[in-house]
């Protein structure tokens, strides 16, 4: 080990100092799941004579090719400014097409038709379940601002976050319940990922910090774009899909609470404030059991 190496913090050597960042690790995680993203869209999930599935294919490939792709972008951004909160956009764009490859991929793995499937359905299951741990590893190790230290999100619009977000998952269970199909393992793990985007809402509405709702919002805004684009452009191009598969029974009333939720998590991340720090009980005890007195000797 030479002395170089035993200099950490802002006494590193530069190079040191943008690998071991926050915003670099966040930066490689969303671009690794973007590039398997892209990779896997074009493995067929679905290889038969009247049947060809693959998720590159309209109506599916704004989800897995051009939300990706943008991802990507933004992470080569972010790293050449070091920023964490271009980071964490990437990161909540690759929310949505997490959920919709692991949707359709869980579908078809655990279906009873499985036999039929191609290589392509395990291998986009493998993807989005690293996708799964990217947001997982995200908001466990995103550091909880410091009251009274550093900005927040003001505790009425993280209030208002988490109820949208309740909203956004409400949207799709209702959706799933009034669906004629019956419930099975593959139908309810399907919608289960379809609520991605809905938890990403409320861990940032409970986590309160500029850089969780940014990715919400990015979430959000990417979820309402590609299902804008399914609907409008691609609805009736590529494979049959059911549309609650193709937007992830998001709907009118989902596509109002997305917009709803970006706006507010915008918002809250323009508008931090300074939390007031809480002195600890122990300080604000009575005191005179330590206060010096005249009897003492």
């Known amino acids: 080990m030479t002395d170089d190496d035993l200099i950490t913090g802002a ?63 933004v992470t080569i951004v972010s790293v050449v400014r070091h920023s964490s909160v271009l980071a964490s956009v990437a990161t909540g764009i690759l929310v949505p097409s997490v959920a919709l490859a ?98 990403v809402v409320i861990a940032a509405g409970l986590v309160r910090s500029i850089e969780a709702n940014l990715l919400a919002a990015a979430a959000c805004v990417a979820q309402f774009v590609a299902v804008v684009v399914v609907l409008v452009f691609e609805g009736d191009d590529g494979v049959a899909l059911a549309e609650s598969a193709t937007t992830m029974r998001t709907g009118v009333v989902g596509l109002v609470a997305l917009a709803a939720a970006a706006t507010i998590a915008v918002l809250g991340s323009q508008r931090p404030r300074l939390d007031v720090a809480r002195p600890e009980a122990s300080l604000v005890a009575d005191d005179t059991a330590w206060r010096w007195s005249a009897d003492d000797v």
């Open 102 to 199: 692991g949707s359709v991929a869980a579908s078809l793995f655990f279906d009873a038709a499985s036999p039929f499937t191609d290589a392509g359905v395990p291998v986009t299951l493998a993807v989005a379940t690293v996708g799964l741990v990217m947001l997982l590893r995200w908001f466990i190790y995103q550091p909880t601002p410091v009251p009274g230290v550093e900005l927040r999100p003001p505790v009425q619009l993280a209030g208002v976050l988490l109820a949208t977000g309740a909203v956004l998952a409400g949207n799709v269970v209702v959706s799933a319940v009034r669906d004629d199909d019956p419930w099975s393992l593959p139908f309810a793990l399907s919608t289960a990922l379809m609520l991605l985007t809905a938890l």
């Open 11 to 73: 006494a590193a050597p530069a190079t040191e100092r943008i690998i071991h960042s926050r915003a670099a690790r966040d930066a490689v995680w969303a671009a690794s799941v973007a590039v398997l993203l892209i990779v896997s869209s074009w493995l067929p999930l679905v290889d038969l004579d009247a049947v060809y599935l693959r998720t590159a294919d309209a109506p599916l490939r704004v989800y897995t090719v051009v939300m990706p792709l943008l991802a990507l972008i």
